[in-house]
């Protein structure tokens, strides 16, 4: 079913903190480095969990409304497949029109809203057919923040939880089934965050399978989730 193996990207800055008291990330440093072409489509055509993991550092940018807003990923969750009881892909509720976009090609933005008002947004991963995916859950603001704020109603922070996050770049419905390798929404490569700036949980707010260690974040991020048990409201 879903590749395996590690993607090696030695073309991109390594991200550690600076030290245990004063994280210095790579990003806020040089807001214009890190490597801003593309994901390679095979990056995405492999394990939902392997893909988590590897897009912490990741740049994602928003044209949306032709208003420029972007940051970094710094924390993700992975729905692992038909086996997993927690994903919307679950053996138990097959293919229907709301998660379609799950079994489509991977790479591409599977969006969907929770208690009827709050958007997520998703990275489809895998082969065609296999419905798993990446939830994005924290977002470092690097550039349009006094835009994302606007969006936000001026509540902060900005980009902490998938609700938060997708607010702030103007994610709706309308995106379900975007390649994120295009405007207004893509997903670029940034900087590879080195094992020792990584921590890796349960989920967050789900009822089945809590604690399967999915979720994956930089330590002692500010934009991070509370944890599995404190999330906090959007």
Known sequence: MERGGGWEDSSSTRCVPASNDAPAWAWRLSPSGGDQNPFAADFFHRDAEIVARELLGSWLRSSVGETLVEGVVVETEA?????????????RIGKTRQNRVMFGPPGRAYVYRIYGIHWCLNVVTGDPGFPAAVLVRALDPVRGAQEMARRRGGRTPLCSGPGRLAQALGVTGDLDGHSLAHPPLQLLRGWRVGEEA?????????????????????????????????EPPP
């Open 79 to 91: 729905y692992v497949g038909p086996h997993d009881p927690a994903s919307h892909g679950a053996a």
């Open 198 to 230: 990584v921590a890796v949980s349960g989920r967050i707010g789900v009822a089945k399978a809590a604690d399967w260690p999915l979720r994956f974040y930089l330590r002692r991020h500010p934009e991070v989730s509370r944890g599995p048990r404190q």
